[in-house]
C-alpha cells in the first residue's frame, strides 16, 4: 500500500472522526436548502429555504451574472477563478474568453483542464483558456446536469490509471451522481454510494453537488431529502457515510471540510478541522446576507465563497472576510 493512500485513509478516519466527538452542538441547525441556486440577491434566508432552490438550474452561476472582471478585482496570482455563467471567466485578475458558456467550471488536479457544463446543457473539457474543447457527454433531453468535479486514479490504486468527472444529473424526478471517464464521447454510469457490506444502505437520490480532493481524494456531496453531507471513498474500507448536516460542500486535499448552513436567518460558511475533537467554526458569524458556494485553496489555508455582491475570502481557521472581487459567479481554485 502506498504512503499516499495510507495518508489519504487517515484524513478520511479524521474526518469522519471529528463529526463524532466535535460537532453534536451544532447538528441541530436548520440546513439550508438554497442548494444549487444563485445567490444573486441579499434576499434573507426565506429564498433560500424554498424547496424548489435546491434542484439543479441551468448553471450555479445563473444566466443573469455579470460578465467577468468588474470593478474590484484582487485575484490576479491568487489561483482564484469565478465562473460567471457566460463566455468569460474570471482568471488570474483577467476575464478569459472560453468561445462558449461555461457553468459550474471545476479544474484538474493539475490545474491544466478544465470541467464544465455548456450552452446546451453537455458535459465540457477544455484547457484554461478554452482552447481544445471536447465534448465528454450529452445531456439526455428532459435531464439537467451540473456540478462536475475531477477524480483522478494512479496505476497503484484500485481503479487502475484513469481520469474521471463526477456530477448531477436531475431528470424532475431524482437528484443522482454520476461518474464518466473524462475523454470524447464517453457514457456516464450512476456512482455507487455507501456499497459496503458492513453498513447500512444510503440513499442513492436526492444526491448532489459532488466535491473531490485532489488525486483521487475523498468525494463529498449533498443530499437534499435529508440536509446532510456525505463521504464517498473507493480506498476506505467504509465506502460512505454521513459526515454533517449542511449543503454545498467542499474538501481540501488533507480532509479539511467547508460547506453551507442557515444560521441566524442567513446562509453561513462553515469549516470543519481535520484533527480529533476539534468543532465546526462558522466563518461567517456575522453575516447579514446569504453566503453559499464555497471552495478550499489548494494549499488549505483559505476559502473562497460567494456573497451576493461579488465573491470573498476568509482563512479557514476563521475571522474578517475580504471581498477580492465584485464580479458575482461560482468560486474555484485552479490546481
Known amino acids: 500500500m502506498s504512503?499516499?493512500?495510507?495518508?489519504?485513509?487517515?484524513?478520511?478516519?479524521?474526518l469522519?472522526?471529528?463529526?463524532?466527538?466535535g460537532s453534536a452542538l451544532l447538528l441541530t441547525a436548520c440546513d439550508p436548502e438554497g442548494g444549487d441556486s444563485p445567490a444573486t440577491t441579499a434576499a434573507p434566508s426565506k429564498a433560500a429555504d424554498s424547496?424548489?432552490?435546491?434542484a439543479p438550474s441551468a448553471g450555479a452561476e445563473g444566466s443573469s451574472a455579470p460578465t467577468a472582471g468588474g470593478k474590484l478585482n484582487k485575484t490576479a496570482g491568487t489561483r482564484l477563478t469565478v465562473s460567471t455563467g457566460t463566455n468569460t471567466v474570471l482568471m488570474d485578475g483577467k476575464a478569459v474568453d472560453f468561445g462558449t458558456v461555461v457553468r459550474d467550471l471545476a479544474w484538474s488536479p493539475d490545474g491544466k483542464h478544465a470541467a464544465f457544463v455548456d450552452g446546451n446543457g453537455n458535459l465540457e473539457?477544455?484547457?484554461?483558456?478554452?482552447?481544445?474543447?471536447?465534448?465528454?457527454?450529452?445531456?439526455?433531453?428532459?435531464?439537467?446536469?451540473?456540478?462536475?468535479?475531477?477524480?483522478?486514479?494512479?496505476?497503484?490504486?484500485?481503479?487502475?490509471?484513469?481520469?474521471?468527472?463526477?456530477?448531477?444529473?436531475?431528470?424532475?424526478?431524482?437528484?443522482?451522481?454520476?461518474?464518466?471517464?473524462a475523454k470524447a464521447n464517453a457514457k456516464p454510469e450512476p456512482l455507487r454510494v455507501g456499497d459496503s457490506e458492513d453498513q447500512k444502505t444510503l440513499p442513492d437520490t436526492g444526491n448532489l453537488w459532488p466535491n473531490s480532493a485532489g488525486?483521487?481524494?475523498m468525494t463529498v456531496y449533498?443530499?437534499?431529502?435529508?440536509?446532510?453531507?456525505?463521504?464517498?471513498?473507493?480506498?476506505?474500507?467504509?465506502?460512505?457515510?454521513?459526515?454533517?448536516?449542511?449543503?454545498?460542500?467542499?474538501?481540501?486535499?488533507?480532509?479539511?471540510l467547508v460547506f453551507v448552513r442557515s444560521s441566524n436567518g442567513h446562509?453561513?460558511?462553515?469549516?470543519m478541522a481535520k484533527e480529533q475533537g476539534s468543532k465546526e467554526v462558522d466563518l461567517t458569524p456575522d453575516a447579514n446576507a446569504d453566503y453559499t458556494q464555497p471552495v478550499i485553496s489548494h494549499d488549505g489555508k483559505n476559502v473562497a465563497f460567494r456573497g451576493p455582491d461579488g465573491i470573498y475570502t476568509v482563512s479557514v481557521k476563521g475571522g474578517k472576510a475580504e471581498k477580492v472581487t465584485d464580479t458575482v459567479g461560482l468560486p474555484a481554485y485552479r490546481g
Not at 446562509?267 to 469549516?271: G, L, R, V
Open 267 to 271: 446562509s453561513h460558511i462553515f469549516a
Open 215 to 217: 488525486q483521487a481524494g
Open 16 to 21: 469522519v472522526a471529528a463529526v463524532t466527538t
Open 51 to 54: 424547496p424548489a432552490a435546491d
Open 125 to 181: 473539457i477544455s484547457d484554461p483558456d478554452g482552447g481544445h474543447k471536447t465534448v465528454v457527454a450529452k445531456a439526455p433531453s428532459g435531464t439537467t446536469w451540473s456540478h462536475p468535479t475531477w477524480q483522478v486514479y494512479g496505476p497503484d490504486e484500485p481503479h487502475g490509471a484513469g481520469t474521471f468527472l463526477l456530477f448531477t444529473a436531475d431528470d424532475k424526478k431524482a437528484l443522482r451522481l454520476l461518474s464518466v471517464e
Open 222 to 256: 449533498a443530499n437534499k431529502n435529508d440536509n446532510q453531507v456525505y463521504y464517498h471513498d473507493v480506498l476506505s474500507r467504509t465506502n460512505g457515510g454521513v459526515l454533517t448536516k449542511g449543503s454545498q460542500p467542499a474538501i481540501a486535499d488533507d480532509g479539511e
Open 3 to 14: 504512503e499516499r493512500i495510507r495518508l489519504r485513509r487517515s484524513a478520511a478516519a479524521l
